[in-house]
């Protein structure tokens, strides 16, 4: 692949270097917020040692952000396409993340059974366009958005936690329903943390957090604006942004 091709961009203020498609699918706010939200719970977290998954893990954005700010956590990224691959195992090196990410190629929708049950949490940051949207241009950027089975892609990633292990999503406020839908029969204790663009603007964006057996009654959680009436990003949404971590218990 060539460079030109490519950038290297830096996040965490510099702490974590990232190559990344020139076009198509880049990463944004998803991964970095939803790896901050994993990294809020993590450090209330008790457990010595903690096995995650990400799920459709890209070019290792998010595996890169729990890694960096945890010792003792084993990271298996699990992704299905050769170029994100190639692109992952490289950021991985340049960040030294070796001993702590385990890339796998692999398909959520045909898992291995080695893998069920085996997780104490797993991040997704699923594909969130419907067939019947407007493709793009780019087959790399379509492979990254574009749903084949939704309710496949929750289902298996559920079949990865062990018992009372936890799920985080970040998905399009659309798909609540359904993906509360598909998690009902598996998981429970729902917290829900609306996203929204400004104080105007309905929620677009959510991060779900469930537990596999769980039954507490569903949170609705405060939420956070990304930018302010100044269309400037917001203080606090620069802050999980520049420290990859998001104390929201």
């Not at 996040?11 to 974590?16: A, R, S, T």
């Not at 991964?31 to 977290?45: D, S």
């Not at 940051?125 to 949207?133: G, L, R």
């Given at each position: 692949m060539f460079t030109k091709n490519f950038t290297v961009d830096k996040?965490?203020?510099?702490?974590?270097q990232i190559k990344q498609l020139k076009k198509g699918f880049r990463?944004?706010?998803?991964?970095?917020?939803?790896?901050?939200?994993?990294?809020?719970?993590?450090?209330?977290?008790?457990?010595k040692k903690i096995s995650l998954a990400d799920v459709g893990s890209g070019v290792g954005t998010i595996s890169l952000i729990i890694a960096y700010l945890n010792d003792k956590i084993k990271i298996t990224a699990i992704e299905n396409n050769d170029i994100y691959l190639e692109i992952a195992n490289e950021n991985i090196l340049r960040n030294n993340f070796q001993k702590k990410?385990?890339?796998?190629?692999?398909?959520?929708?045909?898992?291995?059974?080695?893998?069920?049950?085996?997780?104490?949490?797993?991040?997704?940051?699923?594909?969130?366009?419907?067939?019947?949207?407007?493709?793009?241009?780019?087959?790399?950027?379509?492979?990254?958005?574009?749903?084949?089975n939704y309710e496949s892609w929750i289902e298996n990633?559920?079949?990865?936690?062990?018992?009372?292990?936890?799920?985080?999503?970040?998905?399009?406020?659309?798909?609540?329903?359904?993906?509360?839908?598909?998690?009902?029969?598996?998981?429970?204790?729902?917290?829900?943390?609306?996203?929204?663009?400004?104080?105007?603007?309905?929620?677009?964006?959510?991060?779900?957090?469930?537990?596999?057996?769980?039954?507490?009654?569903t949170e609705l959680m405060f939420g956070v604006r990304l930018l302010n009436n100044k269309g400037k990003v917001t203080k606090k949404a620069r802050t999980f942004s520049n420290n990859g971590i998001f104390n929201f218990l």
């Open positions: 996040i965490l203020k510099g702490k974590i990463y944004g706010f998803d991964a970095v917020f939803l790896a901050a939200f994993v990294n809020g719970y993590l450090k209330k977290l008790k457990k990410i385990n890339l796998m190629q692999g398909d959520i929708f045909n898992i291995d059974n080695d893998l069920m049950n085996r997780f104490d949490i797993v991040v997704t940051n699923p594909p969130f366009y419907d067939q019947q949207q407007k493709k793009s241009e780019n087959e790399l950027d379509n492979y990254a958005k574009r749903i084949i990633s559920v079949k990865l936690l062990k018992d009372k292990g936890i799920i985080f999503l970040i998905i399009p406020t659309q798909l609540l329903e359904k993906s509360l839908k598909f998690l009902g029969t598996k998981t429970g204790s729902f917290k829900i943390f609306p996203i929204w663009p400004n104080q105007k603007k309905s929620s677009k964006r959510l991060i779900l957090i469930a537990k596999k057996g769980g039954a507490s009654p």
